[in-house]
């Protein structure tokens, strides 16, 4: 497949993946289990926005491969370390989203990384920017969510 059909499919995979944490209760999970002082609306933001960027990503995939090289390890980090990892630490307490992570994203995200390396644009520089570009999207919403709580950005009178 093209990076352009990888890219898409992933963009895909995301869609079902938020609709599985929505119809599970990902939010009360998140409050439970990951101390995340999440609402419904910051869901629904954030995941507003990473379709946007997959979307972006998807047409700039052949361009800027890195670009869709960060959504796939986006999508490796969220499946690992929010779904994955949170569920062995906690006994088996099931997370929702956790069979879209390990169905989807972690075919594809591997799968781009595979398709990468088969067409030669995987350096070891390609791959630690996308994980890094990967980290960094990942890690935005939830230090947004620890911010605003701070008396410094809370915008009340």
Avoid at 107 to 135: C, E, H, K, N, W
């Amino acid at each position: 497949m093209s990076y352009y059909e990888w890219s898409w499919l992933a963009v895909g995979a995301y869609a079902v993946h938020i609709l599985e944490e929505f119809a599970l209760d990902w939010r009360n999970w998140a409050r439970a289990v990951i101390k995340l002082p999440v609402e419904w609306s910051d869901f629904y933001v954030t995941n507003a926005v990473v379709i946007v960027l997959g979307v972006v990503q998807a047409q700039l995939s052949t361009s800027l491969p890195v670009l869709f090289l960060a959504y796939a390890a986006l999508m490796l980090i969220n499946a690992t370390f929010f779904h994955v990892l949170p569920m062995i630490v906690t006994g088996g307490r099931f997370s929702p989203g956790v069979v879209t992570a390990v169905c989807l994203f972690c075919p594809i995200g591997l799968g781009s990384f595979r398709q990468a390396g088969t067409d030669g644009d995987l350096s070891a520089g390609v791959a630690f920017a996308a994980v890094t570009m990967g980290a960094a999207l990942m890690a935005f919403p939830i230090i947004l969510l620890r911010a605003k709580s701070r008396p410094y950005f809370r915008q009340t009178v």
